[in-house]
């Protein structure tokens, strides 16, 4: 990029390289409001028995190349929901990626299973199914690969090795919405597929979630488990299997049904806007962005992500860089820790009486350590903007880079 910059920078006392707003979120006009108001006046405020949330869970099941769906109340409890319906509980083992939010693995343990965590792809930051390979065992009986960013991980490679050992798969889908991997939507390809609609993710009611499959008798047993136990063809008051009040509202499903309508054009926003930054971006020395898995059909790009080499910026640290890119008015952050490194993973009580030490997976995982230093992230709100909104971020960093050096 031919951007030198003698100016003085933002967090040292100059001014900003950009002061206009970038795209508000969440997107919304009269429609969302209508949609509210016919809610309320209906008096059907709850789904036994409403519309809306049918609605959606059709809408939504048909644009994920699903046949059948389920709303819950976030994307958390869709993990939940979707290991209990799985039978999946006290001892089993679920292989987990190491580089995401603690959902994928707090959900193992809040059914009495053990998250094992394996390393990540360098180029995706997905599951390696390599590193799958050799954390089975005699205990292990899933696997949830997480489609990080927005970009699918390996299903090929993580589907091969599950059909071989006789696992699921859960594929958390929480921030890949539209994500599309040969062609196919994501969510439905393994036995079961999550998202979240919490208020940052690319289609949002707030606080949401769904569970997605194209096997009959999961998408029972989720619906049982989301509905305190209830069979569907049942009483009231039977309770056939141990589930829980995970029902998604009719306010909720009403905001996604208006929502959903913008959610094809906004991708597509995002995917022009993010071709242009990595183009822009990859013409600053000390900046890579990775090459996308060509049989990634649609990136949903909740996140823009790239690595910094504190060499090519004078030695300033990661944390340093982003200090200096927020300051010239475009928002960034550093990302996940590893999560092995959390306090809730120090030590599990496994079954047996066996312990876990948690900390060993520092030595297992370097990719994902690698990347928790390296990597830095743009927020999938900043893609909506006009294409000019993409010269102004490359712009920030390469004018950081230039008083830097």
Known sequence: MAIVSTEKLAITGGSPSRSKPWPQWPVWDETEERALLEVLRSGQWWSVGG??????????????????????????????????????????????????????????????????????????????????????????????????????????????????????????????????????????????GTFSFQASKNLNCGEGGIVITNNEEWAERVWS????????????????????????????????????????????????????????????????VADVDPRITRHAYHLFMFRYNPHEFGGKSRDEFIDAVNSEGVPCGSGYVPLYREALFERIQAGDDSRIDYRSFADRCPVCEAACKETVWLFQTQLLGPESDMADIAGAVAKIRSAWV
């Open 51 to 192: 519309a809306k949330v049918p609605e959606f869970e059709a809408a939504f099941a048909a644009l994920h190349d699903a046949e059948y769906a389920t709303c819950v109340t976030n994307g958390t409890a869709a993990l939940e929901v979707a290991l209990r319906a799985l039978r999946i509980g006290h001892g089993d083992e679920v292989i987990v990626p190491p580089y995401t939010f603690v959902a994928t693995a707090s959900s193992v343990l809040a059914v009495g299973a053990i998250p094992i965590f394996a390393d990540i792809d360098a180029d995706s930051l997905n599951i390696d199914p390599a590193r799958i390979e050799e954390a089975i065992t005699p205990r292990t009986k899933a696997i949830i690969p997480v489609h990080i960013a927005g970009g699918p991980a390996d299903l090929d490679g993580i589907c091969a090795i599950a059909a071989q050992h006789g696992l699921k798969v859960i594929e958390d889908a929480a921030q890949a919405h539209l994500a599309e991997w040969n062609d196919t939507r994501v969510g439905a390809i393994g036995d079961l």
């Open 225 to 288: 488990v989301h509905n305190v136990g209830r069979p569907r063809s049942g009483r009231w008051y039977e309770h056939s299997i141990l589930g829980g009040n995970f029902r998604m509202t009719e306010w909720q499903a009403a905001i996604l049904i208006a929502q959903l309508a913008r959610l094809g054009d906004q991708t597509e926003r995002r995917t022009a806007n993010a071709a242009v930054l990595t183009n822009l971006m990859r013409q600053i020395p000390g900046i890579s």
